[in-house]
């Protein structure tokens, strides 16, 4: 049975482009309850550690350099269908394949610099919630 959360990550740039609100009004018109969030910057060690399943590829590096080169907000999303409906919204990795009206659609600058993370299987939400969020973290 599909999971009822997801994480998700409002990058570096969407950050410093002021767009936090209104990335997170979408997730709420959505349908998504948000039961965690954090205002946060991450080492490059522990962007390192988010995305240790991509290790071996060559924008590794790129990536790491980029999530943590300025504050991101982490949060913890509730919905039925949490981690499916929830890739749907923001749309595809690339901004130039998303749909019209997804998250990357409307705020994201290229693939690397794709305005939010969004968990990409129940086991993935699991594990990146408890990254970054202990239990009394959560409401
Ligand atoms: P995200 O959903 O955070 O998960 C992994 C991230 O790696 C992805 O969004 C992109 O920002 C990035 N990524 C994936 N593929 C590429 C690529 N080919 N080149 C650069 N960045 C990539």
Known sequence: MAGNQTLTMIKPE????????????????????IKAMKFTHLTKQQAGEFYAVHADKNFFEDLTSFMSSGPIVAAILEKENAVADFRELIG???PLNAADGTIR????????RNAVHGSDSD???ITECNFFFSQVERF
Request: glycine share 6%.
């Open 14 to 33: 969407t950050v410093s482009k002021n767009n936090i609100g209104p990335v997170l009004k979408q997730i709420n018109e959505a349908g998504f309850r």
């Open 92 to 94: 595809a990795t690339d």
């Open 105 to 112: 659609k409307l705020f994201a600058e290229s693939k690397s």
């Open 123 to 125: 086991e993935n939400a």
